[in-house]
């Protein structure tokens, strides 16, 4: 009967009547702003009403003393953490937050640590105004409350806990509102904060050595630029670790004290166009890679408590891969037995027996999952469901290739309709945010609706600049290089063109954040290609962007778009802003964006909006008012994905 009902509102969708007209409509969330949408049709929310229930969970953190987990999952309406005690076991919620942790739906948003010897309290990040001001909290266990610990009011790193378990060092904004300074506190008492030293632009905490005497600490300038710092816990000083002044820039993805803290973990694109594994030696600068074998970035490492095995991740052509490497004669034990997917955010349990992670595919949301080293066996922890759903039968993506206006390959993830849509299938091009993210083989969510019910492929490129394909890759649209990508999604739309199943003449683009800044550049640039377009928390021009982003984060943009203050520099930003060619903006247009997003002003789609409006063409306007750089509430994002799935029955299907 549901899937009878589900095709019926699908019918309705595509072939609309006057009496659709009158259908019962939707009503928007609290704090919605609707401009020149139509009523949403309850029956929308009809069809996509299975795809809304698909949960997932992500793993937090292991408890330090019991074999139980601590993750983060969504029940109604926010993301909060809870507790599973066994692998298999119920969630209990542990957090009630109205507005659950913030930071929109991104995974990134679980992030807390177990005080690290008793377990009796985690700390906990939480962006509670929507404005990304994460504020750090401690968790007791058993009184089930929780006290912040910083401002309010700044932008906090969550940092990391010393090896003792009584302190934790973190980064604040709180003295200028721009710089990171370090900070070392006792959760279980706030009045302890203390400043241990300034920093200039954005750093982190990312270890402590084994002694507690010193903490490492990376200096983050760009995407493909950090530098190593050992900080002196009791007087502040400030030593550089890594290598300094080369031609190139180097990235430190990771680091981790080794031995007694004579030397240092790191993931490091250092003489490699990839991030390998490697120890550093302090003392000398030298570096010795521990992954020359492998052509792919590592990303992630973990080194088990007993320094024995360290678990690394490979990004490999987007599958996320583990690898398990004994540290005593740098070889690699035979590939774990991990069920296929994205394996992500490893953590060792303090027995040093078994390794947790997140795992994901196209057929899998996510879940938790956990690997006995010394049996091999993995176990799955948590089982989310996917309510009226068959994951097991959507269609598993494939990777593609085109070349590209200079020669270059680009690739992307296909993912191609059921069989039974006969024809050409119009094609979605969802463009990934960061810029540096990565398009990858996984769990896409509610869009599995436009896939398996509405028969729209959807392809989600990987321009220049996404990271994943060496630092040479990454660098590739910088500063006033940003055009390259654009032209990179015109070779797309002519690879489009020579596919037999796929209708060049319905073609949407699609993004979020820097995703949708580039929706904007390609319906400017190619609006006679474009069907139609819906730019999520875009940039319309990158000046005005920069000029108005929140100022800690300003210094990394201009890294990576070009600093607005070099005339030269300026001139190639307007002239390639989106919002500078309007005019040439012809096709139905949806532009969401959020009124609290700090990240990106909502200023910047006001400003497309108003300037496409004059060209005649259908243009949506939906604007939150509380949520920022993302939406925070289920019923938020399910409302926008139905008015998404409507804009294109109207102007993509149609």
């Known amino acids: 009967m549901r899937s ?21 409509a939707l009503t928007p969330p609290e704090g919605f702003v609707l401009d020149g949408m ?10 996509m009403a299975p795809y809304n229930q698909a949960r997932y969970a992500t793993l937090v953190a292991w408890h330090p003393t019991r074999r139980e987990i601590l993750v983060g999952t969504t029940f109604a309406e926010t993301m909060q953490f809870h507790r599973v005690a066994g692998p298999g076991m119920a969630r209990t919620q542990l957090t009630f937050f109205e507005e659950g942790l913030g930071g929109g739906q991104r995974r990134s948003a679980n992030r807390a640590m177990f005080e690290p010897t008793s377990g009796r309290a985690f700390v906990f990040q939480r962006d509670a105004d929507g404005k990304s001001n994460y504020q750090n909290y401690r968790f007791d266990l058993e009184s089930a409350s929780a006290t912040r610990l910083t401002d309010g009011q700044s932008r906090n790193t969550l940092g990391a806990w010393s090896t003792k378990g009584d302190r934790m060092a973190y980064a604040s904004t709180r003295r200028n509102g721009k710089d990171y300074d370090l900070y070392v506190i006792d959760p279980a008492d706030p009045s302890s904060n203390r400043l241990l030293a300034r920093g200039e632009g954005f750093w982190d905490v990312v270890d402590w050595s084994p002694d507690d005497r010193t903490v490492l600490a990376v200096e983050v300038k760009s995407a493909e630029e950090s530098v190593l710092w050992r900080v002196e816990v009791a007087t502040g000083e400030m030593v550089p670790l890594s290598p300094q002044g080369g031609s190139r820039p180097v990235s430190y993805a990771g680091a981790a004290f080794a031995g007694a803290g004579e030397s240092v973990y790191v993931t490091t694109d250092q003489d490699s166009n990839f991030l390998r594994l490697a120890r550093l030696d302090p003392a000398t600068g030298r570096i010795v890679s521990l992954t020359d074998a492998i052509d792919w970035d590592v990303e992630e490492f973990a080194l088990s408590p007993d320094q024995t095995l360290i678990a690394f991740v490979t990004n490999e052509d987007g599958a996320g891969v583990l690898h398990l490497l004994d540290v005593a004669t740098g070889a690699e034990r ?36 956990a690997l006995n080293v010394k049996t091999g066996q993995v176990e799955r922890w948590t089982f989310s469901e996917a309510v009226g759903l068959n994951p097991e039968s959507f269609a598993e993506p494939g990777v593609i290739r085109w070349k590209s206006f200079d020669g270059r390959m680009i690739s992307g993830i296909l993912y191609r309709p059921p069989t039974r849509f006969a024809g050409r299938r119009p094609v979605m091009i969802n463009v990934h945010g960061g810029p540096e993210a990565q398009a990858r083989p996984s769990w896409i969510g509610r869009s599995n609706y436009f896939l398996n019910d509405m028969g729209v492929a959807i392809i989600y490129p990987n321009v220049r600049g996404s990271r994943g394909f060496g630092k040479e890759f990454l660098q590739l649209d910088n500063g006033i290089l940003r055009e390259g990508a654009i032209a990179d999604i015109g070779a ?31 319906a400017a640039t190619y609006p006679d290609r474009i069907r139609c377009v819906f730019a999520g928390f875009g940039q319309s021009n990158l000046v005005t962007f920069l000029e108005g982003t929140d ?52 200023t910047e789609s006001e400003q497309m909006v108003a300037a496409v409006k004059p060209n005649g063409a259908p243009v949506w306007y939906l604007l939150a008012t509380s949520q920022g750089h993302g939406l925070t509430r289920s019923s938020s994002v399910a409302y926008l994905m139905h008015a998404w799935a409507y804009f294109m029955q109207q102007y993509l299907i149609n």
Do not use: C
């Open 492 to 522: 797309l739309l002519d690879w489009i063109a020579a596919q037999p199943d796929l209708d060049p003449s319905r073609v949407m683009v699609t993004g979020a954040s820097y995703g949708g800044f580039m929706t904007l550049a390609v």
């Open 38 to 47: 139509p009523p949403v049709p309850e029956s929308v929310a009809t069809a």
């Open 334 to 369: 035979p590939a774990p037995k991990v069920p296929t997917g994205i394996v992500s955010n490893i953590h060792w349990h303090p027995n040093g027996v078994d390794l947790a992670f997140d795992l994901q595919s196209p057929r899998s949301a996510g879940d938790v999952y």
């Open 4 to 24: 009878t009902l589900r095709a019926f509102a699908i019918v309705a969708l595509i072939s609309p009547s006057p009496a659709a007209a009158q259908a019962p």
């Open 551 to 602: 100022p800690s984060r300003q210094d990394r943009r201009r890294a990576e778009y070009g600093d607005e203050r070099d005339p030269a520099v300026r001139a190639v930003l307007e002239r390639i802003a989106p919002v500078n060619h309007a005019d040439r903006v012809k096709t139905p247009l949806f532009v969401a964006h959020d009124k609290n997003d700090t990240s990106v002003p909502y």
